[in-house]
């Protein structure tokens, strides 16, 4: 394949237009079970469809990852460029960051453990 058909099926998927890149783990671990990891999964993926103002286009890339290596009070996220490390996430959790944080750009202190934003 063709380094130019690569490129047009990132940018198909969203690669250039993104503002924020969520990733959440959905490893089974001793912080989580991958049950509810998956159901997370799910959830974002339709909370993000049902909110971005033009799906076609979304401004908020998801990835899945196996671990995000914090271990503890899981699920975790992990949300760039701002490099925000989010715990204890639920649906309730997840939906404000998803309107507050990845929509609006304001990082949600209450569930952050940190942030360390990407340098260019």
Known sequence: MERRDLENIAR???????KRHIFLCTGQGPCTDGASSE??????KRR?????PNPKQ???GRSKSECLRV???GPVALVYPEGTL?????????DHIIREHLLGGRVV???AIM?????P
């Open 12 to 18: 198909a998927k969203g690669y250039g237009s993104y």
């Open 39 to 44: 159901h997370l999964w799910e959830f974002l």
């Open 48 to 52: 993000l469809y049902e909110l971005e």
């Open 58 to 60: 979304p401004i908020v």
């Open 71 to 73: 271990c503890k009070a």
């Open 86 to 94: 989010y715990y204890g996430l639920n649906e309730e959790k997840l």
């Open 109 to 111: 202190d209450a569930y």
């Open 115 to 119: 942030s360390s934003p990407l340098k």
